[in-house]
């Protein structure tokens, strides 16, 4: 009977075996750094939503605080049988003053929603910076919170540089900056608005000389409702912990960006980035 004999190429296999394997190294290093970027995708999820309970977290939190003082003073007032003029005064000022907490939590958190919402755009138009940021100035230190603090200007005669930012919302960017510089720093400390041009961009920095931020903190102050510890603590300056998120949320829908330099004691600088027209 005759044999059948099937010789093979041991060199097409060997090819064959090395285009295999070179193959499957490639779709290892594919799955692995798919797999890399998987489980940073998870992390990053890990942590907005850790971040999300937290702020639900403190924002229950500081809409409980004015809720129960204004209960409080109600069941006060509703076990005095005579309550006095002065016991009314008394109770209307306390409950007038956490109602207005509570309205600018409220509002605060509805402005950050609108800035954060991708389905509206801002109202973007082209404007002068300098002019703009001298009239922001002037505005502000006719503002009676303004009257123990040192005020400054530093804008050179010659800026020139057009920037595309929504007015209204800049406005409240650096009323928020204002106002914390205010808070967060004594009677008699300075507060100073200055506007650099540089390549294509333009810094508006707004500085104080007041408490400063630690450094611990400072990688978190942008974040929402994040308040350096002694801020919740009762005594202490009060805010929602969202004016910063709502700065950081209105330069970045500008294409800007925004950072804060500080030491503890020496004060803090806000330095926002624009790009010119
Ligand atoms: P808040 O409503 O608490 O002021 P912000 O988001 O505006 O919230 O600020 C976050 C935290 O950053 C504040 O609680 C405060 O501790 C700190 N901070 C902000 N601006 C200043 C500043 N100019 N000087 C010192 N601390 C500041």
């Known amino acids: 009977m005759a044999q059948k ?93 956490r109602v207005s907490t509570l309205e600018s939590l409220i509002q605060d958190m509805y402005f950050l929603f609108c800035v954060e919402d991708e389905t509206r755009p801002l109202d973007l138009e082209d404007v002068d910076l300098a002019p703009f940021l001298e009239s922001y100035f ?70 104080d000389n007041g408490r400063g931020i630690p450094a611990e903190s400072l990688a978190h102050i942008f974040d929402r409702t994040y308040t350096v510890s002694s801020s919740r603590s009762p005594g202490s300056p009060t805010g929602s912990g969202l004016g910063l998120a709502i700065v950081k949320a209105v330069v970045e829908k500008e294409n800007g960006t925004v950072t804060c330099e500080s030491e503890v004691g020496k004060g803090c600088t806000f330095v926002i980035t624009l790009p010119c027209k």
């Not at 990053?44 to 639900?56: N, P």
């Not at 809409?63 to 309550?83: F, G, K, Q």
């Not at 800049?170 to 967060?184: G, S």
């Open 138 to 207: 002037y505005d502000a230190i006719i503002d009676s919170r303004y009257d123990s603090h040192d005020m400054q200007l530093d804008i050179p005669m010659d800026l020139s540089c057009h920037v595309n930012i929504d007015v209204q919302k800049t406005i409240r960017v650096l009323d928020n900056l204002f106002t914390n510089a205010a808070k967060y720093s004594g009677d008699g400390t300075s507060i100073t608005l200055s506007c650099r041009t540089s390549g294509k961009n333009a810094t508006i920095t707004v500085s």
């Open 5 to 97: 004999t099937t010789f093979q190429n041991p060199g097409v296999e060997s090819d064959t075996i090395e285009t295999l394997s070179k193959k499957l190294l490639k779709t290892t290093a594919k799955l692995s750094a798919a797999n890399k970027e998987l489980s940073k995708t998870n992390n990053e999820l890990a942590e907005s939503e850790r971040k999300r309970k937290e702020m639900l977290a403190n924002i229950s939190h500081d809409l409980r605080a004015p809720i129960t003082a204004i209960r409080s003073a109600l069941d006060l007032l509703s076990t005095l049988e005579n309550p006095t003029a002065e016991d009314i005064k008394s109770t209307i000022g306390l409950m007038d003053r």
